[in-house]
């Protein structure tokens, strides 16, 4: 299937480009397009929705509008701007990386030039080379796997997504349209995000369905196939302790990585032993990767045996109340925070 697929590459490519000439989506990093907008949504498309990038994108670039411009900010700054984007290591990569690119004669041209870049993975290299450079490389992300599965009705069975994207690969390069490279690309992804949905794909909306081994094959749908996920239940109590108008927060140290120098409410050991179900003010779910997490928060009178346990960790800080919109919370508890202080629970016990 994937070498008739390859045959009719010229067919492909008109029938796609044409759709994605017609209806593409109008993003503001798609209007008037440059290296840097292309690179900063780049960054911010990782793991996130495109809803929730929006706003993030245009506030930076009125901030920031160029690598120089941003290679200016600070590593507080950019963090701080990119609170609520979540995988926080993006937006350190993507200062450093504006930090090198600034001071580069020029910027590279190619995926193998973006790839040796911070936070430029083999994913990120191909698109900003393809996009904004003209590099004829594919990029091979979860949309382009459904949409090419189908194409070709391939039905191994795939671990991970990691497995599934090195599987795809050589059928996404043979692929590749040589003149067209990025729009090529973006009309892949498009079309994975907008027509060839998981369930339900409109394959009679679909510019591509005369070349579609998948939908001709009866039931798209069943591809990709992949091995059922192994989920991890992760349970977490959490406290909520406000003392002198300070609440008391953990700053994460080098040692967390992703959430280094962000702060969150902290974990109740080892500062109380005992927590009662009466005290409980919030219980949340949330899914990182594999896990499934359920986090716990139990409003805790403070005592003053505490500070001895406190002075002992130097992550754990009091920000006063007033201050909390300065400090950098991660996405989640800066909603958690928001909300307790909102129903009243900010109040001592
Ligand atoms: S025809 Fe259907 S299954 Fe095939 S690519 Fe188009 S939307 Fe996807």
Same mark, same amino acid.
């Given at each position: ?28 990093? /798609? ?14 498309? =990782? ?15 009125? /901030?920031? *509008?160029?690598?120089? &411009?941003?290679? =200016? ?19 350190? #990569? ?23 870049? *911070? ?53 996404? =390069? ?10 090529? #690309? +973006? ?40 091995? *059922? ?40 050991? *080892?500062?109380? &032993? ?7 003010? &919030? ?6 990767? #594999?896990? +499934? ?23 754990? /800080?009091?920000? =006063? ?29």
């Amino acid at each position: 299937m994937a070498e008739r697929l390859i045959s009719q590459a010229d067919a492909f490519h008109k029938a796609l480009h044409a759709w994605y000439d017609a209806y593409h989506r109008l993003l503001p990093w /798609r209007d008037m397009p440059s290296l840097y907008k292309t690179v900063v949504s780049e960054f911010m498309l =990782q793991q996130t929705q495109v809803d929730t990038v929006l706003p993030y994108f245009e506030k930076w670039m009125l /901030r920031w *509008p160029d690598f120089q &411009a941003l290679a =200016q900010a600070t590593e507080e700054e950019v963090v701080k701007a990119w609170e609520g984007l979540g995988y926080y290591n993006r937006a350190r #990569n993507l200062y450093r990386l504006a930090c090198l690119v600034a001071e580069m004669p020029e910027p590279p041209k190619t995926a193998d030039g973006w790839i040796v870049l *911070p936070g430029v993975g083999p994913y990120t290299a191909a698109a900003i080379a393809s996009i904004a450079c003209g590099d004829p490389v594919a990029v091979v992300d979860g949309n382009v796997i459904r949409v090419l599965t189908r194409l070709v009705a391939d039905d191994r069975m795939f671990k991970d997504n990691g497995t599934a994207v090195k599987a795809m690969d050589p059928l996404a =390069q043979a692929l590749v349209s040589p003149v067209f490279p990025g729009d090529h #690309n +973006q009309a892949m992804m498009e079309l994975g995000a907008t027509i060839c949905y998981r369930l339900k794909p409109l394959c009679t909306m679909c510019p591509v369905v005369n070349f579609c081994a998948g939908a001709a094959d009866g039931d798209p749908e069943r591809f990709p196939r992949f091995l *059922p996920r192994i989920t991890e239940r992760v349970f977490l109590k959490r406290l909520w302790l406000i003392h002198d108008g300070k609440l008391l927060l953990r700053q994460h140290g080098a040692a967390a990585k992703r959430l280094s120098g962000m702060y969150e409410l902290p974990l109740a050991e *080892p500062l109380v &032993a005992i927590l009662l179900d009466e005290d409980i003010v &919030a219980k949340k779910r949330r899914a990182i990767s #594999n896990q +499934q997490i359920e986090e716990t928060i139990y409003q805790c009178r403070w005592m003053p045996v505490m500070e001895k346990v406190i002075a002992k960790d130097p992550e754990l /800080r009091w920000v =006063q109340l007033s201050d909390l919109g300065g400090i950098t919370l991660s996405g989640p508890h800066r909603r958690w925070v928001n909300e307790l202080l909102a129903r009243g629970v900010g109040e001592e016990m």
